[in-house]
């Protein structure tokens, strides 16, 4: 069973027990998060696809620890003109274990 989730503007291929990178998210460490913007869910051999996201579906997961990526160099120049700029730049992520896919039960009207 695997679902795809929108968060933090990028989308992610899940699965239960498995450790996913995010971008930053402001929880601390321990704390639970849950992600309902599910765009497609796979269970059984079935595909169901949202529109644009699967009603009562959510992705529950814990916040294991946040960190940096690895330093990425921005270096600009133009030719002939001396001019030339370093900059460097690391990416927070949080690191987040995927506990479970669960269907939220919706009332309908």
Avoid: W
């Amino acid at each position: 069973m695997y679902a795809l989730l929108e968060a933090c503007g990028r989308q992610y291929k899940v699965q239960e027990g498995e450790v996913v990178f995010f971008d930053k998210i402001e929880k601390s460490e321990g704390d639970k998060v849950t992600f309902e913007s599910v765009m497609a869910l796979s269970s059984d051999g079935k595909l169901t696809i949202g529109d644009p996201y699967v009603a009562g579906v959510a992705v529950s997961g814990t916040v294991i620890g946040h960190g940096k990526d690895k330093k990425i160099i921005v270096f600009k120049y133009k030719a002939k003109k001396n001019y030339r700029k370093k900059q460097g730049h690391r990416q927070p992520y949080t690191k987040v274990l995927i506990d479970k896919i669960n269907l939220v039960q919706t009332e309908e009207k």
